[in-house]
């Protein structure tokens, strides 16, 4: 894994590409390693986003308690989880904290993120990266924040720095950005398809308003 100053997308490819099971599946071992790579991207852009970050952090710890739990099986992967989840009525008990529930919380994450770094990098060197990344949250993670929240983050946005300034502080050095840049498509089509194979489980399951 890269250090904790740069982005890794070479990393967050290979963890996804390895999440990927059979034809509609998602290892959540390796989808959490990706995300991990990925969650570094929200810290090197400031404190804008470290309450999502904290967020992930915590259902990250939820999920590794369940993998070391006496029903660990049932959480190699999502499918797996939710059928299980599902079918003993888990995701409803209350005192239970559902694995699919956190899942959907780090799933809406992914949506932002791969959104606004898609943007990002397709975006001419002068655009302005608040009206980018709000724009990109209000089409995500927005819809799923109290207005308090999203009032915060919205106002806080202001303080990002230009497009070159902010890609230098995501991926270091100019020689580094150049192969990030290289690197990305490949990255984001596999956080594209890791995202559309978990909201496709999320559907089957019904599990989308899990409150």
């Not at 192969?179 to 498509?185: K, R």
Request: net charge negative.
């Amino acid at each position: 894994m890269s250090n904790e100053n740069t982005l890794d997308l070479h990393y967050v490819h290979q963890s996804f590409q390895r999440s990927l099971k059979e034809e509609d599946d998602v290892v959540i071992e390796a989808y959490i390693d990706g995300y991990n790579e990925l969650v570094k991207f929200l810290n090197l852009i400031g404190t804008v986003f470290s309450f999502v970050s904290s967020d992930v952090k915590s259902k990250i710890k939820v999920m590794e308690k369940h993998k070391e739990g006496e029903n660990a099986i049932y959480y190699e992967s999502f499918k797996k989880m939710m059928k299980y989840e599902k079918e003993t009525c888990l995701h409803d008990k209350s005192g239970f904290v559902s694995g699919s529930r956190t899942m959907l919380r780090l799933h809406r994450g992914l949506d932002f993120i791969r959104l606004f770094l898609k943007r990002l990098s397709e975006a001419e060197e002068t655009v302005n990266t608040c009206t980018t990344c709000q724009n990109s949250y209000n089409e995500t993670l927005a819809e799923f924040h109290p207005w308090y929240i999203r009032k915060a983050a919205t106002l806080a946005m202001h303080a990002l720095p230009s497009r070159p300034d902010l890609l230098k502080k995501i991926f270091g050095t100019d020689e580094q950005l150049t192969a990030a840049m290289t690197a990305l498509p490949q990255a984001l089509a596999s956080c594209d398809e890791v995202y559309s194979r978990v909201q496709q489980l999320y559907t089957d399951f019904e599990f989308h308003e899990l409150p």
